[in-house]
């Protein structure tokens, strides 16, 4: 065995022709049967500080400044797949039996340029993502299930856009004033006209905005293009949205050091680095050091940051978009007792493997895939698990004294977070024995948008509390408005930070001849205000989030 080694040693010692690499050779000490030992290099030389790792396994190392590395602790004495990994490079690999020692991996560098001609990926007759799912059917139901799968093509979005309902209804063009002091500025809607919401392309029709910097990227990150996509228009795979190649070719993002923020003027694809290949090139960043087809590993993918383009915006001055950098300033971001952004919105699997093990799918300990589902503001289960309530109750003589306390308990960002039309509703109640509601004394109740009307669900002036983020056209004063591409101010914003409590006191008139009293609170999510959704016709329910009943004697 020892002469076979020292003969293999000689054989790479006369390839390599470099001095640095003949003294780590020279030093090896034959391993025992449990481990394998070897060198990571590259064209240049040695790699210190790469991860060298048993494929698919916690069991790993990192290389010394001189390249060599030591894996023990192996329980077989099957073949083992052994790779490599350092920042800058694909991962290399081998093949090699407990016991060898003169294992070498040679790491070849990715190439660093950005190609924006090339065509997204389409293999064996199909284009896009759907491509994947010949490897990764799993993996791609997911994302076809996922709101990133369809943020170029989502109702809600496009009418937003163009200014229409969902059954093609166009609002009339935005009419302008004109101030010799402040210039042009938009009018209010006429009430004698049918109105069917606010859209982008109404206030500037001859413009196309930046939405497609994040809605639709792959469109957006050709030269040139990112201030001028019609949303509304795009075709081809910029269709598929946020696409499973899109995210694997993004290598870095742009933050400003000052504030570990994006730039204002700086929104999704402009904040990323692509690494968009040549032809005869190719390159996928992943969240593992092992992959070894074509593919780097990518510590991003697993940090907040990853999330930070699209998930930030400030308009007019006005923070409309904040859901990263609300993670950042909460006890969330905690790199040592923290959670990422991807811990619950790409949350682990029971799956062990992400591709087939026909096309090459390795089994992966438990809890190492994560779901492409991404809940969120669609998820039921999510929005359950996000709130607590909780509430007090005593009669105090005539009267009942209630207290609530709403928790942002495991939301690392405020709720509600993102779109400015979402909120949550606090809507209480109390009963008698009879089931006639009680008067409400104190003066805490629901606001306009809550709803109005004499519908279930018209919440408004009802006693409870609605949580948003309200902006307010500065010229038409409309308000609560999702059109933040006007010019807006910020006129309050009564969401709960994570980990924080929203407390609300209620005081109910109650006749000591009324019997029992039932007191009833729930919160209930919203996609969009009442008002706009009507406009818009969006079909959207309430979710509840959570209900609490409690009997005051």
């Given at each position: 065995?020892?002469?076979?080694?020292?003969?293999?040693?000689?054989?790479?010692?006369?390839?390599?022709?470099?001095?640095?690499?003949?003294?780590?050779?020279?030093?090896?000490?034959?391993?025992?049967?449990?481990?394998?030992?070897?060198?990571?290099?590259?064209?240049?030389?040695?790699?210190?500080?790469?991860?060298?790792?048993?494929?698919?396994?916690?069991?790993?190392?990192?290389?010394?400044?001189?390249?060599?590395?030591?894996?023990?602790?192996?329980?077989?004495?099957?073949?083992?797949?052994?790779?490599?990994?350092?920042?800058?490079?694909?991962?290399?690999?081998?093949?090699?039996?407990?016991?060898?020692?003169?294992?070498?991996?040679?790491?070849?560098?990715?190439?660093?340029?950005?190609?924006?001609?090339?065509?997204?990926?389409?293999?064996?007759?199909?284009?896009?993502?759907?491509?994947?799912?010949?490897?990764?059917?799993?993996?791609?139901?997911?994302?076809?299930?996922?709101?990133?799968?369809?943020?170029?093509?989502?109702?809600?979005?496009?009418?937003?856009?163009?200014?229409?309902?969902?059954?093609?209804?166009?609002?009339?063009?935005?009419?302008?004033?004109?101030?010799?002091?402040?210039?042009?500025?938009?009018?209010?809607?006429?009430?004698?006209?049918?109105?069917?919401?606010?859209?982008?392309?109404?206030?500037?029709?001859?413009?196309a905005g930046n939405c497609a910097a994040c809605h639709a990227p792959a469109a957006a990150a050709k030269p040139g293009q990112?201030?001028?996509?019609?949303?509304?228009?795009?075709?081809?795979?910029?269709?598929?949205?946020?696409?499973?190649?899109?995210?694997?070719?993004?290598?870095?993002?742009?933050?400003?050091?000052?504030?570990?923020?994006?730039?204002?003027?700086?929104?999704?694809?402009?904040?990323?680095?692509?690494?968009?290949?040549?032809k005869g090139e190719e390159l996928f960043f992943g969240p593992f050091d092992d992959v070894t087809r074509r593919v780097s590993?990518?510590?991003?993918?697993?940090?907040?940051?990853?999330?930070?383009?699209?998930?930030?915006?400030?308009?007019?001055?006005?923070?409309?978009?904040?859901?990263?950098?609300?993670?950042?300033?909460?006890?969330?971001?905690?790199?040592?007792?923290?959670?990422?952004?991807?811990?619950?919105?790409?949350?682990?699997?029971?799956?062990?493997?992400?591709?087939?093990?026909?096309?090459?799918?390795?089994?992966?300990?438990?809890?190492?895939?994560?779901?492409?589902?991404?809940?969120?503001?669609?998820?039921?289960?999510?929005?359950?698990?996000?709130?607590?309530?909780?509430?007090?109750?005593?009669?105090?003589?005539?009267?009942?004294?209630?207290?609530?306390?709403?928790?942002?308990?495991?939301?690392?960002?405020?709720?509600?977070?993102?779109h400015p039309a979402r909120n949550i509703l606090l809507v209480v109640s109390a009963t008698d024995a009879r089931g006639e509601?009680?008067?409400?004394?104190?003066?805490?109740?629901?606001?306009?948008?809550?709803?109005?009307?004499?519908?279930?669900?018209?919440?408004?002036?009802?006693?409870?509390?609605?949580?948003?983020?309200?902006?307010?056209?500065?010229?038409?004063?409309?308000?609560?408005?999702?059109?933040?591409?006007?010019?807006?101010?910020?006129?309050?914003?009564?969401?709960?930070?994570?980990?924080?409590?929203?407390?609300?006191?209620?005081?109910?008139?109650?006749?000591?001849?009324?019997?029992?009293?039932?007191?009833?609170?729930?919160?209930?999510?919203?996609?969009?205000?009442?008002?706009?959704?009507?406009?818009?016709?969006?079909?959207?329910?309430?979710?509840?989030?959570?209900?609490?009943?409690?009997?005051?004697?």
């Amino acid at each position: 065995m020892r002469r076979m080694i020292e003969k293999t040693m000689l054989v790479i010692l006369a390839l390599a022709g470099s001095a640095g690499l003949v003294q780590v050779l020279l030093s090896f000490q034959e391993p025992e049967a449990s481990s394998i030992a070897g060198i990571v290099q590259d064209e240049a030389g040695p790699v210190g500080g790469a991860i060298v790792r048993v494929q698919a396994t916690n069991n790993y190392t990192t290389t010394s400044g001189d390249g060599s590395f030591v894996l023990g602790g192996l329980s077989t004495q099957a073949e083992l797949t052994v790779t490599a990994w350092a920042d800058g490079y694909w991962v290399g690999w081998t093949k090699a039996s407990p016991g060898a020692s003169n294992i070498l991996i040679t790491l070849k560098r990715y190439y660093t340029s950005d190609n924006p001609e090339y065509d997204w990926v389409s293999t064996e007759g199909t284009e896009g993502s759907k491509s994947c799912g010949h490897c990764m059917p799993g993996v791609y139901a997911e994302w076809e299930a996922d709101a990133h799968s369809r943020s170029a093509v989502n109702p809600r979005f496009l009418t937003m856009y163009t200014g229409a309902d969902m059954h093609g209804n166009r609002s009339p063009l935005t009419r302008y004033g004109s101030s010799r002091d402040y210039g042009r500025f938009p009018l209010p809607p006429t009430p004698s006209e049918a109105y069917y919401g606010p859209g982008y392309l109404l206030d500037f029709p001859e413009t196309a905005g930046n939405c497609a910097a994040c809605h639709a990227p792959a469109a957006a990150a050709k030269p040139g293009q990112a201030y001028a996509v019609h949303a509304d228009k795009i075709s081809g795979i910029a269709t598929e949205g946020v696409f499973c190649e899109f995210c694997h070719k993004i290598g870095d993002v742009t933050l400003d050091p000052a504030t570990d923020l994006p730039y204002d003027n700086m929104p999704g694809v402009l904040s990323m680095r692509l690494h968009r290949p040549e032809k005869g090139e190719e390159l996928f960043f992943g969240p593992f050091d092992d992959v070894t087809r074509r593919v780097s590993y990518l510590p991003l993918q697993k940090q907040s940051a990853f999330c930070a383009p699209c998930h930030f915006g400030r308009f007019w001055g006005v923070q409309v978009y904040n859901s990263y950098g609300e993670w950042l300033v909460s006890p969330y971001s905690d790199p040592e007792k923290g959670k990422t952004c991807q811990d619950c919105h790409l949350p682990k699997t029971t799956n062990t493997t992400f591709a087939l093990p026909e096309k090459g799918g390795v089994r992966r300990p438990v809890g190492c895939i994560l779901s492409h589902r991404m809940p969120g503001a669609d998820n039921v289960d999510l929005l359950q698990d996000t709130a607590s309530l909780d509430m007090t109750a005593q009669r105090v003589g005539d009267r009942i004294k209630v207290d609530i306390l709403v928790t942002n308990e495991r939301a690392g960002h405020h709720i509600p977070t993102d779109h400015p039309a979402r909120n949550i509703l606090l809507v209480v109640s109390a009963t008698d024995a009879r089931g006639e509601k009680l008067k409400c004394l104190s003066n805490q109740f629901i606001p306009d948008w809550g709803g109005k009307g004499d519908a279930p669900d018209d919440y408004a002036g009802r006693p409870g509390k609605g949580y948003a983020k309200i902006l307010e056209e500065l010229w038409t004063e409309i308000s609560p408005t999702a059109a933040y591409w006007r010019q807006i101010v910020l006129r309050e914003d009564t969401r709960i930070p994570a980990l924080a409590t929203d407390v609300t006191h209620y005081e109910f008139d109650a006749p000591n001849d009324s019997g029992p009293i039932t007191i009833a609170a729930k919160l209930i999510f919203r996609r969009a205000f009442k008002e706009l959704a009507r406009q818009k016709k969006w079909n959207i329910t309430d979710i509840l989030m959570e209900e609490r009943r409690i009997v005051v004697q």
